[in-house]
Structures are given as C-alpha cells and as structure tokens.
C-alpha cells in the first residue's frame, strides 16, 4: 500500500508519517511539499507539487492507494482555490481513501470528497498541547510567567500523535467512511491547571497573570498579530465552543490505546521551555 501525505512537514503531518510507519512499517509513504529540499523521516519519498496549483499535483498522486489531505494552501491557511481539481486527480490516479485534516471552516475539499468516490474520513482535532511552544516558550524562558486571557477558560486540547495516530489507523484500515471524528485528549484543562502542569514538567514553578481582553490585544498587537488573527483568538478562547472542551472517546475507540495527556507531551517537550 502507498499513502500520500500532505502537510507532511507539518505539525499534524509529521506525526501522520511517524503512527504509520509504526502501525505498518512495510507501508510506502510518499509526502507532498512545496519545497524540493524538505527534510523527511528516512524512507519517505518527496513528491515536489503545490495544492493550490492542481497541475503540480499529477506525479504525487500517481500509485497512490490512501491520502491524508490538509484543506489549506499557504501559510495563512487560505482555503484550497480549485479543490475540485486535486480531487478529480487523485480520484483518477486510483486513491481509493483519504482523510481529511479539518481547519477552521469546511471548504470545497470537503464537499467534492463527499461528492468523490473516495472512502473519506473527516478529521476534527481540537486545540493542539504544541500550540504552547509557538505561544508560551518564549515567556516561560524569559521571565518564567504566563500572560494571557480567559484563565478559567477550559480546554480537551489534544496530542499530535494522537491525530496522527487516529489518522493512520483510519489510512490503513479504514471503517470510517463518511464519518467525522473528532479527537481531544483525554482530560479537559483550565489554562491554570495547564501552567501548573508545564511548571511540573520542567521543574519550575510558573506564575499565571491573567490579562483583560484589552491587554490581550494591546499585546498580541504588539507581537505583529494581524487584526483577522487576534479576533479569531479572541472567539476561539474567550467562547471556545462546546467540541473544545469536551472530552471524546475517538482516540481510544479508533486507536485501541488511551489519549496521551498534557503531562505526557510537556515531559516530551521540556527541554524547550528552559
Ligand atoms: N493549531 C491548532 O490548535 C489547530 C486545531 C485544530 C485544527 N487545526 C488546523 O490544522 C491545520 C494546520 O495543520 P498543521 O499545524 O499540521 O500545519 P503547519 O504545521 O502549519 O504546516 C503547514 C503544512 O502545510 C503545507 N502546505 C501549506 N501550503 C501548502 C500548499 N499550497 N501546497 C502543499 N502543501 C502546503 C506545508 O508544507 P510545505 O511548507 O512543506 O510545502 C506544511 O507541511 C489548519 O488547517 C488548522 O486550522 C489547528
């Protein structure tokens, strides 16, 4: 069997190569970049192409039994401009079943999957654990504090090896056809309890200071966030709908093995936060 992914050298692709290669390591993986000198896992083929230009695409799909899809092109995550044209390319190359890596808003990706023959799985993670490196890193190395809205706010966030984990089983074995599955971890947190447990894994007590919304924006604004970015911060923290802080059963009953916890991926990434 050979798997195409896409968004391969992403937070959520890496993780889809690395639970496949341990679900099946005989599986052929091909991965899909805009860079010809990406850096891969040993063994994985790089297919050169660019969703947002469907012409790029035809050698990546050639071969290709499963794909793992991203529905975005570029670096602000705009929606893919001619879907239709990737689908109906892997849909003639022979991808039989794909899953799908849901954003912040469905798109055409979505909808001409569906409409494909292609058995496909829509994949609904919630707020990733690895967001706290691009958001708190830099703050806890410094001055050892948190700085931020909502303190009470909760949230089911979830482990990118568990989407990848969710993703492969599903890529290899399918059963899911047609179905949205949403994934979390396996507890759900308060921003409070979080900094205690990052404090834990490191070894170093964390002081939280909660911020007004207004402060927030003032020092979002100061770190070069556009005004698209900070509202949608806003919405998804201060009113994190009822999926984000919900615990759901999908890791464990798709997987077989337990959601890893926030403790788990602060132990992992210790070392970034001293
Ligand atoms: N962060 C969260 O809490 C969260 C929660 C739920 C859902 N999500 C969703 O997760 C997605 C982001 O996933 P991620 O964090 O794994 O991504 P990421 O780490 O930001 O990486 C982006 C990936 O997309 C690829 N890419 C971008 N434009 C491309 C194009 N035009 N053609 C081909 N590949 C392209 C990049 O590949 P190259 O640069 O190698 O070409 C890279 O592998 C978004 O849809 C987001 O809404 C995020």
């Known amino acids: 069997m050979r798997i195409l992914i896409t968004g391969a050298t992403g937070t959520v692709g890496r993780n889809v190569i690395e639970q496949l290669r341990a679900l099946d390591p005989g599986v052929e993986l091909r991965a899909l970049s805009r860079n010809p000198d990406a850096a891969l896992p040993e063994g994985v083929e790089l297919a050169v192409g660019d969703l947002a230009a469907p012409e790029t695409l035809a050698e ?47 798109g055409d990706l979505e909808q001409a999957l569906a409409a494909s023959g292609v ?6 993670p919630v707020e990733f654990m690895s967001n706290t490196l691009m958001w708190w890193a830099a703050a806890v190395k410094a001055e050892g504090a948190i700085r931020e809205p909502f303190g009470d706010r909760v949230s089911a966030m979830v482990h990118p090896a568990d989407i990848g984990a969710v993703a492969a089983k ?16 396996p507890e759900a947190v308060t921003v409070q309890e979080k900094v205690r447990l990052l404090g834990e894994a490191i070894g170093r007590e964390l002081a939280f200071v909660e911020l007004t919304v207004e402060e927030a ?22 009113n994190t709908p009822e999926e984000g802080k919900t615990v759901a059963p999908t890791v464990e009953q798709v997987t077989g ?10 132990a992992e990434h210790a070392e970034a936060f001293r």
């Open 217 to 238: 924006h003032a020092k979002w604004r100061g770190e070069g966030m556009g005004d698209d970015m900070i509202a949608f911060l806003t919405e998804a923290l201060g």
């Open 60 to 106: 990546a799909f050639k071969g290709v039994d499963a794909a793992h899809f991203i529905n975005f092109a570029g670096d602000q995550y705009a929606p893919l401009p001619d879907a239709g044209a990737v689908v109906a390319l892997a849909e003639a190359a022979g991808v039989r079943r794909a899953t799908v890596l849901g954003g912040r808003a469905e």
């Open 170 to 185: 599903v890529l290899l074995d399918g059963g899911y056809d047609g179905r949205s599955l949403v994934i979390t971890g």
């Open 119 to 124: 058995e496909t799985t829509f994949l609904h």
């Open 257 to 266: 093995r337990k959601a890893r916890g926030f403790a788990e991926w602060a």
